[in-house]
C-alpha cells in the first residue's frame, strides 16, 4: 500500500504573499516558465532584519516580485544574508542580486558555491568537446550530446553571479535565526552539498531539493566526475535524514506544499530506487549502455527537453552498481560503455 504525505497548509502563497508558518517564519512562492511552475522561498524575521533562504530565477518578472514584497512586507528592515540551499539556477538565480542590490551576505556551502564556480568557468568556454564524449559514451548521439549547450546555458540565463565572498555553512553548524537554533544538515546526492535547516524546537526542517513530498530529486552524475556515485550519497542522506527527523516533522521543500510525515517519504524514495537497480540488473543480462536504462528507469518516453537529466540520473544507477561490482562495463571501438551483470 502506498503511504502519502499529510499536508497541514491548504493553500500556498500567491506570489506577492507571505503565509505565516510559525512566529517569525513565512513561506513566498515564486513563480517559474517551466512544468514545474514554482519555487517555495523562505523568509526568517529578527529583530535587526531578515534572512532569504532560496531566491527564484533571475527574471525581471522575479526582480519586480522581490521589490514588491521587500517594499510592502519587510517592514523597513533591512535583508540581513540570503541563505543558498544549492547551486542550481531556481535556488540560487537572484541570490547575487539580493546580495548586491540590499547589501546582503551570502550564506552557504563550499560544495554549492565551488561547483557554481565551476559551472561559469564552462560558460565562458567555447570548447564543451569532453561534455560531449561523456554523453557519446552513454550512448547518445551527437544531436543529444549537444544539447549540453542548452543545458549548460540556463546558467547564463537564469542565474545571476555571486558576489565573489560568502560565509561558509558546514555541516552540524548551529546558526540562531528567528529565535530559533537550526542545525545545518548537509546533503548530497541531488547537488554536491546541499544545505538544510533543521529547528530541533520547532520539529521544522526547510528542505530545498533534498526532500521533497511528491516528485523525486534529480540524481546525476556530471561530465565533469564520470565515474561519481551521487546515488550512493542519497542513499546514505536518507537513511542520514531518517535518523534525525520524525513523522511529526514539518518539511518546507522547495516545490511542492509543506508536509508531514516525512520517514514515510524518504522510505518510499529508497525504496524507489532500490527497486530500479533491481530492475536494471535484471535488465543487463546482456550488455547495455546507458541510454537503454531509460525504459527501465522513467515512466515517461525521454525527449530533448529532459534527455540530459535522464542521461545524468540513468548513469547515476549504472556507476553505483558498478562500484558494488553487480555490473562490470567495457567500451567498444566507438568508445561507447556498455554494461553486463558480472
Ligand atoms: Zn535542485
Not at 544531436?143 to 560565509?167: E, N, R, V
Not at 536504462?293 to 540530459?308: E, P, R, S
Not at 561507447?336 to 558480472?342: G, L, M, N, S
Request: one cysteine or more; hydrophobic letters at 35%; glycine letters at 4%.
Amino acid at each position: 500500500m502506498k503511504i502519502k504525505v499529510s499536508y497541514p497548509f491548504e493553500k500556498a502563497p500567491e506570489p506577492n504573499e507571505l503565509i505565516k508558518i510559525v512566529d517569525n517564519i513565512f513561506w513566498l512562492r515564486m513563480p517559474m516558465p517551466f512544468s514545474l511552475n514554482h519555487i517555495n522561498l523562505w523568509l526568517i524575521e529578527d529583530n535587526n532584519g531578515w534572512t532569504i533562504i532560496d531566491s527564484g530565477l533571475n527574471l525581471e518578472k522575479s526582480k519586480s516580485y522581490w521589490l514588491q514584497v521587500i517594499k510592502d512586507k519587510l517592514k523597513d528592515k533591512p535583508i540581513k544574508q540570503v541563505i543558498c540551499t544549492h547551486m542550481h539556477p531556481d535556488h540560487m538565480g537572484l541570490s547575487g542580486w539580493l546580495c548586491k542590490y540590499f547589501n546582503a551576505e551570502l550564506w552557504m556551502s563550499q560544495g554549492e558555491y565551488e561547483g557554481y564556480q565551476n559551472i561559469s568557468s564552462e560558460l565562458v568556454s567555447d570548447d564543451n568537446t569532453t561534455a560531449y564524449d561523456f554523453y557519446l559514451s552513454n550512448g547518445a548521439n551527437m544531436d543529444q550530446a549537444k544539447l549540453y549547450d542548452k543545458y549548460i546555458g540556463i546558467y547564463k540565463t537564469f542565474a545571476y553571479p555571486f558576489p565573489t565572498s560568502y560565509k561558509r555553512l558546514r555541516d552540524n553548524d548551529v546558526i540562531e535565526l528567528g529565535g530559533y537554533n537550526w542545525q545545518v544538515v548537509i546533503g548530497s546526492g541531488h547537488s554536491p552539498e546541499h544545505v538544510c535547516l533543521w529547528s530541533k524546537s520547532l520539529n521544522i526542517i526547510i528542505s530545498g531539493d533534498q526532500i521533497l513530498p511528491t516528485i523525486s530529486s534529480n540524481i546525476s552524475v556530471h561530465p565533469a566526475e564520470p565515474n561519481a556515485n551521487p546515488l550512493n550519497n542519497w542513499l546514505t542522506s536518507c537513511q542520514n535524514y531518517k535518523s534525525l527527523l520524525n513523522n511529526t516533522t514539518l518539511v518546507l521543500p522547495a516545490h511542492g506544499m509543506p508536509f508531514t510525515k516525512v520517514i514515510q517519504r524518504l522510505e518510499g524514495l529508497i525504496s524507489e530506487v532500490e527497486s530500479n537497480l533491481s530492475k536494471l540488473t535484471s535488465f543487463c543480462k546482456t550488455p547495455k549502455r546507458v541510454v537503454d536504462g531509460f525504459d527501465v528507469l522513467f515512466h515517461k518516453k525521454i525527449n530533448h527537453k529532459t534527455f540530459m537529466l535522464a542521461c545524468g540520473e540513468s548513469r547515476a544507477h549504472f556507476n553505483y552498481l558498478e562500484k558494488l561490482k553487480i555490473l562490470h562495463s567495457h567500451s567498444d571501438d566507438c568508445n561507447v560503455i556498455w554494461y553486463k551483470q558480472v
